[in-house]
C-alpha cells in the first residue's frame, strides 16, 4: 500500500476499518470551540476514553451501597471483597498468563515496589539493574528508590539502555549485547513493553530469554502495552509484570493495577 498525506485517503481507509464500530462504544468529549463536534482524541495513552456502559455499572455499584451498605463486600451480584477474582479471567487473557499467574490490585507503582522487593536481590557481585533510558518517570525513580534502599549508588546499580547517535529507537541486538555484556553483575532487566515515548514495542520474549541466560530476572511495565498488544507473559518466560489499566484499558482514573508472577515463582 502507498501511503498519502490527503484528507481523502485517510477518509478512505477510516471506511475500509474492520473495527472502526468500536468507537461508538465509548464517550468522546466535545471540541471546546466546536460543540457540535467531537475531539480528536490522542490521549488515550494517558487517559482512556470512558466506556458507554461505564455510567449504568457506576449506578449499579452506587445501588449495592444503597442495598447493603458494608454487607456489599459479601453480598450482591459481584461483592467487594471479591472484586480481584470477576477480573482475572479477562486480565490473563489481556497479557497471555495463566488465570493464577494474574492479579488486580494497587496502583502501577505500588506493585512495581512490591515486585521489586521480591525479584530485586542484590549481591556485591550481582546488583545492577538493566533498563531503558529515559524511562516513564515513575519507573526511574522506583529503580532509583530500590536501588538506594539496598545501599548501592545509581550512577553504579543502574545501566541505561539508549539508541545509537541519530536513532530513535533501541535496536534488539543492542539490548541484548549490553545485557550480555552486563550479564555477570545483572540482578534485573526492567523493561517496559512499550515505551511511552516512542511507542517502541521491544521483544520481551528474547529479552527475557537473554537476561535468564545471564543470570539474571526479567521484568516488565506494561502500561502503554496491556489492551495495545498482543501479549504472552506466560509462553515468553517474563518472571514479572505491571500494568495500569486506565490507559488502553480504559477503566478510568484511580483504576486499578495489574500483576503477573510466572507460576514457577508461586512456591518460590
Known sequence: MQYENTLDFAQNLDRQDALRHYRERFVFPKHPHDSDNDVLYFCGNSLGLQPGSVRQAL??????????????????????????????????????????????????????????????????????????????????????????????????????????????????ADILRVIGEEGPQAALVMLGGVNYYTGQLYDMEKIAAAAHNAGACAGFDLAHAAGNVPLDLHRWNADFAVWCSYKYLNSGPGGPSGVFVHERHGNN
Open 59 to 172: 449506578l449499579d455499584e452506587l445501588d449495592q451501597w444503597a442495598t447493603h451498605g458494608v454487607e456489599g463486600h459479601f453480598r450482591g451480584k459481584m461483592p467487594w471483597m471479591h472484586y480481584h477474582k470477576f477480573l482475572t479471567p479477562q486480565s490473563a487473557r489481556l497479557v497471555g498468563a495463566l488465570p493464577h499467574e494474574v492479579v488486580v490490585m494497587n496502583t502501577l507503582t505500588v506493585n512495581l515496589h512490591l515486585m521489586m522487593v521480591s525479584f530485586y536481590r542484590p549481591t556485591p557481585g550481582r546488583f545492577k539493574i538493566i533498563m531503558e533510558a529515559g524511562a516513564f518517570p515513575s519507573d526511574q525513580y522506583a529503580m532509583e528508590t530500590q536501588v538506594r534502599w539496598h545501599g548501592y549508588d545509581p550512577k553504579d546499580a543502574i545501566v541505561e539502555l539508549a539508541p545509537r547517535p541519530g536513532e530513535d529507537t533501541l535496536r534488539t
